[in-house]
């Protein structure tokens, strides 16, 4: 009995510590957007970026951002299925023996129920047959005119009158409703200047000033809307519980250029950063550290990207997505 109610305090006390753990995270979380990814990258958003040495891991996935998925490709058509290997197709001689099968039974059963027998006599038998044969042959001339319908319209309405065209093709994304979708602008590669590396650093300190005062006017100046929306919401779930998170002493030690591209009228330049910062939660009515230590700097390694208008300058550079590393 002894060891009974020993175990079943083990397992009381394991369990209690495991609920912990599992709320601990909601508590209190420090940082800015600190788990995920975060934003659009143009046509990469959902590309990882290259790896560089500042983060020579993969960073984490966009999670949310206002940039639709990539479409998948409907193969053979929006909505069906491909046959599978080894299964042969239905031809249209099985289906008709399919159709003349289930006319029969069905025409059985119907002078069954009618008090004629299941085959009603070879005479209506007959007349059955006839009357199946006519019908079968109505259905395939209608079918074979609805071929050459859909050939002929599609070379000349949806195909440019190619000649041998078919009138159908899947080789490109749909859109919803069978509309072609519009493509994006090809990426071309962008040769940063010598001013965009320090603009890129400002923006660091400052968009993590403006979050640690809560200044959504200052976020607006930094960030794109998007990623100001993303902040406002951590930044009211903060208020919710009653915290607040107190970034200072932003210095950054290592960073280096992953991809800088252009695409339509935006540039977009993919950073990694390996900065320090003092990163505390304090309580909002009383001011005691809830997590994190004033006196201890800790390390944040973040793939940042940034968007401009094409051919602005260094100073018109926003960040419009970030990435957390392993």
């Known amino acids: 009995m002894s060891s009974f109610r020993n175990s079943l305090w083990r397992g009381l006390k394991i369990a209690a510590l495991a609920g912990l753990v599992a709320l601990a995270p909601g508590l209190a979380e420090a940082g800015m957007l600190s788990k995920g990814g975060f934003g659009s990258r143009g046509s990469r958003t959902f590309s990882p970026p290259p790896a560089t ?27 069906q299925s491909a046959p ?52 079968a042959l109505l259905a395939f001339l209608a079918r074979m005119a609805y071929a050459w319908w859909l050939q002929r319209n599609g070379a000349i309405a949806g195909l440019g009158g190619r000649p041998g065209a078919a009138p159908f093709s899947f080789s490109q994304p749909f859109g919803f409703g069978g509309g072609a979708a519009s493509a994006r602008p090809r990426p071309q590669p962008l040769q940063l200047s010598p001013q965009d590396f320090p603009a890129f650093e400002r923006l660091l300190g400052a ?31 903060r208020r919710q519980k009653g915290v607040v998170n107190r970034i200072s002493g ?31 939660v304090e309580d909002r009515a009383t001011g005691r550290i809830v997590e994190g230590d004033p006196n201890h700097p800790t390390q944040v390694a973040q793939v940042w990207t940034f968007r401009r208008p094409a051919g602005a300058p260094p100073d018109a550079w926003k960040l419009s997505a970030l990435q957390q590393t392993a």
């Open 53 to 79: 040495n500042t983060a020579p891991t993969q960073a984490a996935p966009i999670q949310r951002s206002v940039t639709p998925p990539p479409t998948q490709q409907q193969q053979p058509g929006f909505g």
């Open 84 to 135: 599978r290997p080894g299964m042969a197709t239905p031809s249209f001689g099985r289906s008709f023996m399919g159709g003349l099968a289930g006319g029969l039974i069905g025409a059985g059963l119907f002078g069954l129920l009618t008090g004629h027998g299941f085959f009603g006599g070879m005479g209506g038998f007959a007349s059955l047959i006839g009357f199946l044969l006519q019908i």
């Open 207 to 237: 968009t993590q000033d403006a979050y640690s005062r809560e200044d959504t006017d200052a976020l607006n100046r930094f960030a794109t809307p998007e990623m100001v929306g993303y902040f406002n919401e951590e930044l009211s779930e």
């Open 250 to 280: 932003v210095k950054l030690l290592q960073g280096d250029l992953s991809e800088a591209w252009s695409e339509g009228r935006d540039e977009y330049a993919t950073v990694a950063m390996r900065f320090a910062l003092v990163d505390v």
